[in-house]
């Protein structure tokens, strides 16, 4: 028995929005949820961006690793949460218990194409700050998540 809701933010890459996503969860919501990220098709590593951005607001996301979500459908998630469509349209199928939400954010390395550093940079500080806003809201949307789950 756990006293915290196990959630898993997928994306395709798992380089950038499930990455900040675990970032948020673990800095803003840690008493109530032991969160993860992966990807349908995982990079090799967190976008540097994305990293600058988090480490902005003092969230370290440097450290964090990326992993294929077929690592996960054995664990004990409770919620999966996908953040980008093409995520919700190629994500193997977790075991009915599981919670699934789809919630998209636009994708920071495909709109910063061609940008100068700056711009692209907004686009991250954006998205990261729309994340947060999502993730700091999760804890109202599940009340029962910090207390004993049977």
């Not at 798992?14 to 995982?42: I, K, V, Y």
């Not at 980008?84 to 994708?107: K, N």
Request: net charge negative; aromatic share 6%; with cysteine.
């Amino acid at each position: 028995m756990s006293d915290k809701l196990n959630v898993i933010f997928i994306c395709s890459g798992n380089s950038c929005r499930s990455q900040m996503a675990e970032g948020w969860a673990r800095h803003l919501c840690s008493d109530q949820f032991r969160a993860f990220s992966a990807g349908t098709n995982p990079h090799q590593r967190v976008d540097p961006l994305a990293i600058q951005v988090m480490k902005e607001v003092g969230v370290d996301i440097a450290h964090q690793e990326t992993h294929a979500v077929d690592a996960f459908l054995a664990q004990d998630i409770d919620l999966a949460i996908t953040v980008c469509d093409d995520a919700a349209e190629s994500c193997p199928t977790f075991p009915s218990r599981v919670r699934m939400i789809h919630h998209p954010f636009d994708d920071p390395p495909r709109l910063d194409e061609g940008k100068e550093e700056e711009e692209s940079l907004g686009i991250y500080r954006r998205v990261r700050d729309e994340i947060r806003a999502y993730v700091d809201q999760l804890p109202a949307l599940f009340p029962d998540a910090g207390a004993a789950r049977s």
